[in-house]
């Protein structure tokens, strides 16, 4: 894929702005099938953005085979596009170098340079982790301007509509009570989850005029046994 097909947008600062705490907001949701779908994230009345892509049955097998090998994998690093694959060679481990271990480094270089490139970032904030339970079992926001997540094997993360938060609900809104009781939401049914493989930018709180319109979030519960490997990308100063 080529990485010049997603434009550089000019730079800014990314700094909460202050509205009022009455102020309605609409945030929707955009899906494609070409990564050329990340540039709908400067839209104002956006939140997420989805790449919908399917990983090849190769790579699905690596990283399986890889899981089994590394059930409490997890990196976390300050990467460039220039020293992500070097990097993450690294850290895998020249033991399992493979084919399909370097088909999982490029994939994952590739995501990098796209994020620098869409928001004109010289580095990134890298995280790739394994995991058997729900990192974040609790919808929450993320105060950040935008987090790239995709989940390489295993249930991907599940979110809310704008439209369907009761926001006065997050954190300790919830008076301890978990999000199917707090009244978070109204029906499990306005629970959305995206697939394994797809790959989402998920505004937050300091982005631009998006201060109380941050996408509500949450890792997805585990069955016993079962394994994710998630890859998150966050901007770095």
């Not at 709908?40 to 009345?45: F, K, S, T």
């Not at 890889?66 to 020249?94: D, Y």
């Not at 869409?118 to 609790?138: N, Y």
Request: charged share 20%; proline share 4%.
């Amino acid at each position: 894929m080529a990485i010049s097909m997603i434009a550089a947008s000019p730079t800014y600062t990314y700094q909460a702005s202050p509205l009022a705490a009455n102020e309605l907001k609409v945030r929707h949701a955009t899906y494609g099938k070409e990564p050329e779908v990340f540039t709908d994230i400067y839209n104002e009345e956006t939140n997420i953005v989805v790449w919908q892509r399917e990983l090849s049955n190769t790579l699905q097998d690596f990283v399986d085979n890889f899981l089994r090998s590394n059930p409490s994998f997890q990196v976390a690093m300050t990467v460039t596009p220039q020293s992500v694959l070097s990097s993450l060679s690294e850290s895998l481990g020249a033991s399992h170098h493979t084919d399909h271990q370097t088909e999982l480094i490029e994939n994952i270089a590739e995501l990098v340079d796209m994020f620098c490139c869409l928001f004109d970032l010289k580095r990134v904030g890298l995280r790739l982790t394994a995991l058997d339970r729900a990192m974040c079992p609790k919808f929450h926001v993320d105060r950040v301007p935008c987090r790239l997540a995709t989940t390489f094997q295993g249930i991907a993360t599940e979110w809310l509509s704008h439209q369907r938060v009761n926001r006065d609900k997050l954190g300790s809104g919830s008076n301890g009570l978990p999000d199917h009781q707090s009244g978070l939401f109204k029906s499990q049914h306005d629970i959305q989850q995206l697939s394994c493989g797809d790959v989402a930018l998920l505004k937050g709180e300091l982005w631009p005029k998006n201060e109380n319109a941050g996408l509500v979030h949450r890792s997805p519960a585990l069955l016993t046994g079962e394994r994710r490997l998630l890859l998150t990308l966050d901007f770095s100063s």
